[in-house]
């Protein structure tokens, strides 16, 4: 089985643009359909026909051009079976567990509520692949705007428990203000500060900072270790549960 080959762009403001491409059967997916034009260039430069999207929620940065590509493209759209109302031009629904194939790449399906009601991310489990959209960023995780905090703390375990070579492809290039509330929170995460330090350099060079991988958001995110003892003390919450700790970082995150 030929590797996958994946192009990345922006598009919108700060909206991440992914085509997914499988050299065996030439299927290539964009990763949710932020903006039509940047994933039309993407896709004539690289040579690719749009079969599907896989649609990973419903807010409008998301599925702007879900209708245009289908149109042009006659491409399938995959979204989530609990917004399926919200998504335009949905084919299939997915939800928690199932799996379908891409070619011969399995790609599981991991329910992620807490950014939405109904978030979906895509794993494809032999390629060490999660596309995570708006649930966990590098350095982050998505502001919670349809379920509470233990919700999203919640689907961040599910994440989590992945193989820590797993590389992780996210939404929004937010990552340089999420190193910068970081170090607010676990200011003497040695791993962290030097982590820091290259988002810094990387940003400042016009180079994007994705993906990341599940192991270094373990070691360096505050999103996934609301159980750490340091970060603990520092909000002074070392008696509370993961849940309250986690819900606090994200309130300070907030309004950063």
Known sequence: ???LELDV???RTDNFGVLVHDPETGFTAAIDAPEEAPILEAAT????KITHIFTTHHHTDHVTANLALKEQFGCEIIGPINEAIAIPGLDRTMGDGDSFLFGDHTV???ETP???AGHICYHFVDDKLLFAADTLFALGCGRLFERPAADMWHSLQKLAVLPDETAIYFGHEYTLSNARFALTVDPDNERLKN????IEALRADGKFTIPTTLGLEKETNPFL???DPAIRRNLLMEGKTNEEVFAEIRKRK???
Request: hydrophobic share 40%.
């Open 114 to 116: 807490g950014h939405t």
């Open 45 to 48: 430069r690289r040579g690719w």
């Open 195 to 198: 982590r820091a330090a290259e």
């Open 1 to 3: 089985m030929k590797p």
């Open 225 to 227: 270790r609301a159980a």
């Open 108 to 110: 599981n399906v991991i």
């Open 254 to 256: 907030d309004h950063f």
């Open 9 to 11: 762009f922006l598009c």
